[in-house]
């Protein structure tokens, strides 16, 4: 009896081999779904990023449509969109013409850098190094980064091709509203069916594997994100009311340095100072007076934003943001703060998991 009851529980060769054809062909299947879905992984990443980020907006428009789903969809779609496409439009479009402007001013040989205006010659002697520098480079930036050469030219073309990126960025957001938009229409079935995924993947973790991760999504998008879009818009207002050249492309990487959580500093104190030179004493105190304000106001905004208990290390959102605009572009850029930010908290929550009495009502 015993020997029988062995030789029943060994599986049979024909049910190992069927067992690997099913698993190979669910893993060609996967493959190939994986394959076609590519182009748009990190569309439809975000777009699922915005979904769960402007869920609780959406909730305030289904009480104002009386519970009516797509129209309280499509009327928060058009919002977002009609607010993001304009200012998008108009940095994009100043952007490729400066960086246009500029690619012509290097094959013609002309200025890149303009000269010191004549203010700077009551500046005091400190500065004589950094003035000294600044008209080298202002009569010919070639001799002055000569030491330098190879490595400017690798990181010049890197960041053109960067910024060549930024109308590529745009549209790739606008089609991740659009969906996020579709996604908000069946919150409801798409909420439950990633619920499920969490408990399938994470077993009885899963419910708060889930509930962290909306609240890590909240948090960055809000608190680290839309400060960085705020912050960069104010100081982008800034410069081109005050007439600063090239407004556009600091407006971008005043972004950059945002979101990375680098601030704001590397991009404004230059231009303040390079406006102090060229510029009216009244244009250049007004627009240093609304930098420092813009500077500031990431200690108001950030607390009041960020939700309490999910603040994310500053190494781990510059790592991620870093590494997504390298590997994604200027998509990357958000995405990739909000994805590491997402793993960093999840492996917090599997080393120490919370015990919770209601976990599924923290989400809503």
């Known amino acids: 009896m015993e020997s029988t009851h062995s030789q029943n529980s060994i599986p049979s060769f024909e049910k190992i081999v069927d067992t690997i054809i099913r698993l190979s062909v669910l893993f060609f299947l996967l493959a190939w779904c994986f394959t076609i879905l590519r182009p748009f992984v990190l569309i439809l990443i975000w777009a699922g990023v915005i979904a769960i980020a402007i869920f609780p907006f959406y909730r305030i428009f289904l009480r104002i449509f009386r519970n009516r789903k797509t129209l309280a969809a499509v009327v928060l779609t058009v919002l977002m969109l009609s607010v993001l496409i304009v200012p998008s439009w108009l940095v994009t479009r100043s952007v490729y013409d400066e960086v246009s ?100 993947l994470a077993g009885k973790n899963g419910e708060q594997f889930a509930i962290t991760t909306v609240t890590t999504i909240r948090s960055v998008v809000k608190g680290i994100i839309g400060v960085a879009v705020i912050q960069s818009v104010m100081a982008g207002l ?55 304000i813009t500077l500031l106001s990431d200690n108001v905004l950030k607390p009041l934003l960020m939700g309490r208990g999910t603040e994310a290390p500053v190494l781990v959102v510059f790592l991620g943001s870093i590494g997504g ?24 929550v599997w080393l120490n998991p919370p015990q919770l009495e209601d976990p599924v009502a923290q989400i809503a």
């Open 101 to 200: 402007q500029l690619r012509v001013l290097n094959k013609e040989g002309q200025l890149l850098i303009p000269p010191p205006g004549k203010s700077t010659q009551s500046w005091p002697s400190v500065t004589k190094p950094i003035l000294d520098f600044w008209k080298l480079a202002s009569k010919n930036l070639q001799s002055a980064m000569m030491k330098y050469s190879d490595q400017l030219r690798s990181a010049g073309a890197w960041f053109l091709s960067s910024i060549a990126g930024i109308g590529l960025g745009v549209l790739q957001f606008v089609i991740s509203v659009i969906i996020a938009g579709v996604l908000l229409a069946y919150s409801t079935t798409v909420g439950n069916a990633a619920t499920k995924i969490f408990v399938k």
């Open 238 to 292: 800034g410069f081109f009311i005050a007439g600063v050249p090239y407004a556009g492309v600091w407006t971008v990487a005043c972004l950059v340095f945002a979101i990375i959580q680098v601030g704001l500093s590397p991009v404004v104190i230059p231009v303040m100072i390079y406006m102090f030179s060229v510029s009216s004493t009244l244009n250049a105190s007004l627009l240093a007076v609304w930098l420092v």
């Open 325 to 348: 605009f390298i590997s994604s572009g200027f998509l990357g850029l958000f995405l990739g703060a909000v994805v590491l930010t997402i793993g960093y908290k999840l492996f917090i």
